[in-house]
């Protein structure tokens, strides 16, 4: 059967069931694009920092950040970093804080999958009970109902409780599969956000150390 002839014997919510279909398919394409592994904690960038830090090159530690700008964990090392000096308590709290900045981008739009798959069945629910008003309104004003006339709107009823169901079942999927990558993508990015606040502040204990002892000697 025509696709087209079924959407246009759906009705006019045929047409907001549509665009939850389209809404749904972007957002899930555009959070795949987005929620990379590798291009939101860049392979290697961890050690690369902490040998920086290691040798005291606190300025080429900066600019791995500034390279790798568009990751969430090169901002929360860039962020930590800025406040290198001020204690352990201060570099701590400034990973927790844009962590949990970073970690919340993680989810964005992914609301609009979960309205999509609760949105679509109500809408089909709306056309259904559209078409079973048509269906009744030719009973109810014809003595001998034509078969066609009442086909019509138990054809809409039908077709939008379908369309809004197969809309919102892969949504459902869709919501869940991109939740999943983005907890994943936030449980490793907290793991390497701990160790580089461990490293600045193990580099700022140990730079602290040495200014001691060079003032004890002299």
């Given at each position: 059967?025509?696709?087209?002839?079924?959407?246009?014997?759906?009705?006019?919510?045929?047409?907001?069931?549509?665009?939850?279909?389209?809404?749904?398919?972007?957002?899930?394409?555009?959070?795949?694009?987005?929620?990379?592994?590798?291009?939101?904690?860049?392979?290697?960038?961890?050690?690369?920092?902490?040998?920086?830090?290691a040798?005291g090159?606190?300025?080429?530690?900066?600019?791995?950040?500034?390279?790798?700008?568009?990751?969430?964990?090169?901002?929360?090392?860039?962020?930590?970093?800025?406040?290198?000096?001020?204690?352990?308590?201060?570099?701590?709290?400034?990973?927790?804080?844009?962590?949990?900045?970073?970690a919340?981008?993680?989810?964005?739009?992914?609301?609009?999958?979960?309205?999509?798959?609760?949105?679509?069945?109500?809408?089909?629910?709306?056309?259904?009970?559209?078409?079973?008003?048509?269906?009744?309104?030719?009973?109810?004003?014809?003595?001998?109902?034509?078969?066609?006339?009442?086909?019509?709107?138990?054809?809409?009823?039908?077709?939008?409780?379908?369309?809004?169901?197969?809309?919102?079942?892969?949504?459902?999927?869709?919501?869940?599969?991109?939740?999943?990558?983005?907890?994943?993508?936030?449980?490793?990015?907290?793991?390497?956000?701990?160790?580089?606040?461990?490293?600045?502040?193990?580099?700022?204990?140990?730079?602290?150390?040495?200014?001691?002892?060079?003032?004890?000697?002299?």
């Open positions: 059967m025509d696709v087209f002839d079924l959407f246009q014997r759906g009705g006019i919510v045929m047409y907001p069931i549509f665009l939850c279909s389209i809404a749904a398919v972007a957002v899930f394409f555009e959070r795949l694009w987005a929620l990379r592994g590798g291009r939101l904690i860049p392979q290697g960038f961890v050690q690369s920092f902490r040998e920086h830090l040798r090159r606190l300025a080429e530690a900066a600019e791995l950040c500034d390279a790798h700008a568009y990751s969430p964990l090169a901002r929360v090392a860039r962020a930590a970093l800025a406040h290198h000096g001020q204690g352990a308590d201060m570099i701590r709290f400034m990973v927790s804080e844009v962590g949990e900045q970073e919340s981008q993680l989810e964005r739009y992914q609301a609009v999958l979960g309205t999509v798959a609760y949105l679509s069945p109500l809408l089909g629910l709306l056309g259904t009970v559209s078409g079973m008003i048509k269906a009744f309104d030719v009973i109810s004003h014809h003595t001998v109902v034509d078969p066609p006339m009442l086909a019509a709107g138990i054809s809409e009823a039908l077709i939008t409780t379908f369309a809004g169901l197969a809309v919102a079942i892969p949504a459902v999927v869709m919501d869940r599969y991109v939740q999943s990558r983005a907890d994943r993508i936030s449980l490793e990015l907290e793991k390497k956000s701990v160790a580089i606040a461990e490293a600045l502040i193990m580099e700022s204990t140990n730079a602290t150390s040495l200014k001691l002892h060079a003032s004890a000697r002299q």
